[in-house]
């Protein structure tokens, strides 16, 4: 008997008693003892031996691994690190992408019960834990890979968020890391990098800056950080430049429905205006219910009514948002960042003789504070996104949790990132140790550190080619389970520079660091047996719907008195739509989750201990200390 057909049965009695969430392990219904192959010995129980290097049967075997994100760049079936996969663990993996974002085909491989071997996915993990369709990633391991759970372990702040009740584990996330690897990259004087900003046309901001010292030498770069000071600048460069809603304007990220507040740009603005999710005692709060959140609209409503919001904003696709980039429409762009850096470089490149950009021709990164003064503290993608699951259609669970050993081990991490030792392969070695593993140093502050793993270094060979055909080594293109802080603490750039694009997308949003913390308090899951779940997820759709839909609407008033009152009006339909109730149940879970993780604020100014009190905005640059100069021989590079 196969083990999907024994897990069929455990759901079926999931379903018929109460088909709250899956016990696993803890449940003699997933007792993997039972089920032994022949031509596979059980693995090892010594944790210290790596799982996927005891593949001794010799069976090559073919998996399929359904991404439900279009975004994910898949990689090549012949690409180096996909062959180097293949060796190492016997298995050629078959990758399977959804064309769309809205989670249909997803959906359709459920109903039809067709899950492949694998499946990642951004969202509904506990729908599908819930269907009986999963097997428990701790009941895997036990059996067959100890030492994924091993590393699961270390990375135990993480994972204590995503087991059920019952200690149980479904699914792997990407983006993974603990603390006391952020630590290390901080000794190293890192940090990570916000997800989403606000950037402007560096050329209009440097004029204006002159501009504001020649009426008064005393004046400072900094005394313009807060939403007049802003606002001051746009309509200065609108008047100077002869410029129009219609081209060289304020842009704002594609409003989206499946956004978590409608736009990733009015997300961004929420950190800048400081409405946060948790109260001084560590509550949950609805944000848009804050004094803040109308401040916040009332600013944009600002720009709206001086003609500064560019005329195809609100009803623009990210596409669209994106070509006006890369046309160097936009002053100020506010949203995601990552993706339109990529345009951000065409513009730099394209615009560099044109007036008044010159030398000048990017976009950099700004910071300010709300009118009250107070520090923004900016998310960046620190765990989840990704979550990857064993499907209990899977036939050779033992192999395939064997994989997710390798690639979330070291071994398999550095392959992701840098691909082959050129000392283990002359021939394809993709990189060479730059800082051999072990090696001490002194830091600048005097303290010792070991280098781990050491520092990787590409050849030059792979460096030229990187930057035009990544695809055909695959590096940086299996990236469904990674540790972002390991590239950090493991490159001699500290990160992938290999390119004129790299280093955009690095100072597009370098300069926010110091104001970007790990916001992981935030991201908690939501009690999937509590009898308010459903309720509560019901209640979350409308209320996110109508404020998507209101929101062109709020912008758009005669007044600021106009967009207080819309939104007064707006969470007075929220109230009778249960946010009473959504607040209640979101701040139990809320709770639930920071507790699991060991801390008591999610939001660093709430937090005694973040040294976030002593923040303060020098400049409305930000830190440009953090700036990478792009190397001359890379400024004419391919794009």
Known sequence: MRLAK?????????????????????????????????????????????????????????????IDSPSYELPQSDSLVVQEIRRKTGITINFRQATSGTGEELTNLINGNDLPDLVSVTAGMDDLVNSGKIFPINGLAERWAPSLWRRVEEEGEMYAAYKDSEDDLYYLVNNFYNSGEMEEYRKLGGNILPNDGIVVRKDYLKAFCEHKKSENPAWEDKDMANPDGVLEFLLWAKDTYGLSNANHSVLISAFDSNEKYGSRGIQVLMEYFSCEEEDANGNYVYPQASENFVEMMQWLNELYRNNLLHSGCLGATQTQINQYIQNGEPIMYIGKMITPA?????????????????????????????????????????????????????????????LLDFLYSEEGQRLIYYGVDVSEDAENGTFTYAVQPGTKVTLDDGTEYVYKYGQMDYTQEVKNALQVNVESYGIYFCMFLCNPMYINLTSVNGGQFNNYRDYVKWNSRAALMPYSYDKRGFEFMLDTSDPRYKSSLTTQSNIRSKWYKKYAEIIGQDSPDGVANEIADLLEWCEVAGLSDYIAFNNDCFKAHKQRLGITYAWAPNDPSSGYSALTIDSVYGDTSYYKAIPDELKNSAL
Not at 11 to 35: E, H, I, Q, R, V
Not at 342 to 365: L, Q, T
């Open 342 to 402: 990529s345009y951000f470089r065409n513009w730099e490149r394209n615009v560099s003789g044109k007036n008044p950009a010159g030398e000048d021709a990017a976009y950099v990164p700004i910071i300010f504070t709300n009118e009250s003064g107070q520090i923004p503290q900016l998310s960046c993608r620190t765990q989840g996104e990704l979550f990857t699951m064993v499907s209990a259609n899977c036939e050779r669970p033992d192999r395939v949790v064997k």
């Open 6 to 66: 024994k897990f069929a049965c455990c759901a079926l009695g999931a379903l018929l008693f109460g088909g709250g969430l899956l016990t696993g392990c803890n449940n003699p219904m997933f007792d993997f003892s039972d089920y032994e192959y022949p031509d596979y010995p059980l693995a090892d129980r010594d944790d210290t031996i790596d799982s996927w290097t005891q593949w001794t049967d010799g069976e090559q075997i073919s998996i399929d691994w359904f």
